[in-house]
């Protein structure tokens, strides 16, 4: 009932810069938290960053001060602005949201399809 769609996946050189993008839509009352998660192969998929809806913000210690995370509310949107890449940071990108339906105010998580990034020497 509630679809994410990421998009600013690519390649990119080290030391350079990328956008990552997360729409959500659907039967949303409350989006509460929203954020990044990320799957290298063969590994796990790990917390990456995630924000609530107050603006509070959580970091992986390998992306502080690397990396951002911001969201419009309005838009149900979450932005994750990466900067400084490694190669190590080379994983499949996974947005998330977790709020209340409209209707039924049951709780929802939901993951989006994933885009890639790829970061080069």
């Known amino acids: 009932q509630v679809q994410l769609v990421e998009s600013g996946g690519g390649l990119v050189q080290a030391g350079l810069s990328l956008t990552l993008s997360c729409a959500a839509s659907?039967?949303?009352?409350?989006?509460?938290?929203m954020g990044w998660y990320r799957q290298a192969p063969e590994k796990q998929r790990e917390l990456v960053a995630t924000?609530?809806?107050?603006?509070?913000?959580n970091y992986a210690d390998s992306v502080k001060g690397r990396f951002t995370i911001s969201r419009d509310s309005a838009k149900n949107t979450v932005y994750l602005q990466m900067d400084s890449l490694k190669p190590e940071d080379t994983a499949v990108y996974y947005c998330?949201?977790?709020?209340?339906?409209?209707?039924?105010?049951?709780?929802?998580?939901?993951w989006g399809q994933g885009t890639q990034v790829t970061v080069s020497l």
């Open positions: 998330n949201a977790a709020g209340v339906l409209r209707n039924s105010y049951a709780y929802f998580t939901s």
């Open positions: 659907g039967s949303i009352f409350r989006i509460n938290t």
């Open positions: 924000i609530g809806g107050g603006g509070s913000t």
